[in-house]
């Protein structure tokens, strides 16, 4: 007798999904199999297709819980450095650390999915979240400038064209990869402080472009 839909319980699904993050965890996504995946959790292939429609299905869900929460903390780091009096400012890079403490929250909570993506950058859903996560760099500082353009004693277009500012946003980007293929290997204090260090890095080199 066959299933009718709706009979298979949820916590059959969350048994595929541990199972399918230890297996993408460990082989990535092209060596990662779904009979493995069903093996140890201990259900039939068609529960899995019962949930997922296919392997990308399966990767996506196990990688949402980190692209929902980014694009969630993003958000809010830019909705609150937009409200700062002034980008320079000491309250502005309180922010900027404030977001690498939620940034290593989520880092530490979800350990083995932020491997799985660093893992996988060529798969296009990954591919995906981050050029989306790009624009998004690409969009604030654009709204950052615009807020201090007055203040600038230069015209920021001659500066801060799209090509710098594209370049910029992956510079950002590069540091967050830098920072997980090369752990300093410490406690989460340790590794606080070196992406403060780069934060300070970024920021001061992004502000001296607009000093004639």
């Given at each position: 007798m066959t299933r009718k839909a709706g009979t298979i319980p949820e916590e059959t699904r969350d048994s595929?999904?541990?199972s399918a993050e230890a297996e993408f965890a460990e082989f990535g996504y092209e060596k990662a199999s779904l009979r493995h995946i069903c093996a140890n959790a201990g259900v039939t292939t068609g529960a899995l297709y019962f949930f997922f429609k296919d392997k990308d299905d399966l990767f996506m869900s196990v990688i949402a819980p980190v692209v929902n929460r980014m694009e969630d903390i993003l958000s809010?780091?830019?909705d609150a450095e937009l409200l700062a009096e002034a980008p320079e400012d000491?309250?502005?890079?309180?922010?900027?650390?404030?977001?690498?403490e939620m940034f290593m929250d989520m880092c530490y909570q979800y350990d083995n999915i932020v491997q799985i993506i660093v893992s996988n950058l060529n798969h296009p859903l990954v591919k995906g979240f981050v050029d989306s996560i790009m624009e998004a760099i690409d969009a604030h500082s654009k709204e950052l400038l615009t807020k201090i353009k007055a203040e600038v004693p230069i015209p920021i277009e001659e500066i801060?064209?799209?090509?710098?500012?594209?370049?910029?946003?992956?510079?950002?980007?590069?540091?967050?990869?830098h920072m997980e293929t090369?752990?300093?290997?410490?406690?989460?204090?340790?590794?606080?402080?070196?992406?403060?260090?780069?934060?300070k890095f970024l920021r001061n080199g992004f502000f001296s472009l607009l000093t004639p």
């Open positions: 595929i999904l541990r809010d780091h830019y000491d309250v502005e890079i309180e922010e900027d650390f404030r977001f690498a801060y064209d799209d090509y710098i500012l594209h370049w910029f946003s992956h510079l950002q980007f590069d540091a967050v990869i090369h752990h300093p290997g410490g406690s989460r204090e340790d590794v606080e402080k070196e992406m403060k260090k780069m934060i």
